[in-house]
Nanobody, 114 residues
Framework: QVQLVESGGGLVQAGGSLKLSCVAS????????MRWYRQAPGKQRELVAS???????NYVDSVKGRFTISRDNVKNTMYLQMNSLKVEDTAVYYC????????WGQGTQVTVSS
């Protein structure tokens, strides 16, 4: 049973930083491409960043230069370092993996105040 558990969300002022974590179990983490999505109120869920098993990364344009995705294959954990946060980054952030099917974490709320 694949399980993804996010943590690290919270309330922060614009310009601040947060680091999200996603701990995975029930799958072969080291060979899996991992992704962070987010969903703001009234908006569709969007892909924020991804990281392959080899460590190649991709980002949505709106977070390039501010967010950094990384992974620790020993700890089966993926991270999202978010710097220079903006009000428009406010959303629920979800960890995602395709392992025969899509699996999602429960989400962690990030709220950026002005």
């Amino acid at each position: 049973q694949v399980q993804l558990v996010e943590s690290g969300g919270g309330l922060v002022q614009a310009g601040g930083s947060l680091k999200l974590s996603c701990v995975a179990s029930g799958m072969i983490f080291r060979i899996s491409t991992m992704r962070w999505y987010r969903q703001a109120p009234g908006k569709q869920r969007e892909l924020v960043a991804s990281i392959t098993s080899a460590g190649s990364t991709n980002y949505v344009d709106s977070v390039k230069g501010r967010f950094t995705i990384s992974r620790d294959n020993v700890k089966n954990t993926m991270y999202l370092q978010m710097n220079s946060l903006k009000v428009e980054d406010t959303a629920v952030y979800y960890c995602n993996v395709w392992f025969g099917q899509h699996y999602w974490g429960q989400g962690t709320q990030v709220t950026v105040s002005s």
